[in-house]
């Protein structure tokens, strides 16, 4: 079975560009996690979706973030403007209905110069 | 503010021996624990779950619960070298988004 796929692995651009993060979730799974880790803060949830539908996006440091969940199996964080803060990797999981384990995706190495 | 503890490290084990990582929850009321390992540059991996109290044993895994004391342990059997990595306890306080902890940097001496 193929895991959380995310796009792409890794991602250099100038502050104050346009940065789209992408994640296809494991098929059939209910819930989508967006996180970013950093060595100082570690491993930060940002948003989660439950059916598609964002549930809680209090991790969402600015309103320069911003996530949708279109359909079932693809979901995008965006950041704009990005600044060099944002640099971190960014990681998407996914888990089935239930007390079920999270499944992460490779992540995407983010570098704002 | 619920919590998920775990010491930092590097805690460091010669080849062979047991190594014993802990993990401290603040909300009683939590439901499953999960441990993952994640090498650097990596992605965290899933190693074990565990939902009740007492031991539950994987290979050379063994995930252990104590809900009264709040905490819940990873003891891995005969390190190897290629166990060195960071181990990240994460909790389910019964929400639907789980706490994860910052991790315990293991060093496993050849």
Request: aromatic share 12%; with cysteine.
């Amino acid at each position: 079975d193929a895991g959380v796929i995310q796009s792409p692995r890794h991602e250099v651009t100038e502050m104050g560009q346009e940065v789209t993060l992408r994640c296809k979730p494991i098929s059939g799974h209910d819930y989508l996690f967006w996180y970013r880790q950093t060595m100082m803060r570690g491993l930060e949830l940002l948003i989660y979706f439950n059916n598609n539908v964002p549930i809680d996006d209090s991790g969402m440091p600015e309103d320069r973030f911003s996530a949708k969940m279109p359909n079932a199996s693809f979901s995008t964080l965006k950041i704009q403007p990005s600044e060099p803060r944002d640099s971190a990797v960014y990681f998407c999981a996914s888990r089935a209905q239930g007390d079920q384990p999270q499944h992460f995706g490779d992540g995407t190495r983010l570098s704002i110069l | 503010q619920k919590e998920v503890e775990q010491n930092s490290g590097p805690l460091s084990v010669p080849e062979g021996a047991i190594a014993s990582l802990n993990c401290t929850y603040s909300d009683r009321g939590s439901q499953s624990f999960f441990w993952y390992r994640q090498y650097s540059g990596k992605s965290p991996e899933l190693i074990m779950f565990i939902y009740s109290n007492g031991d539950k044993e994987d290979g050379r895994f063994t995930a252990q619960l104590n809900k009264a004391s709040q905490y819940v342990s990873l003891l891995i059997r005969d390190s190897q070298p290629s166990d060195s990595a960071t181990y990240l306890c994460a909790v389910n306080p019964g929400t639907y988004k789980y706490i994860f902890g910052t991790g315990t940097r293991l060093k496993v001496l050849a």
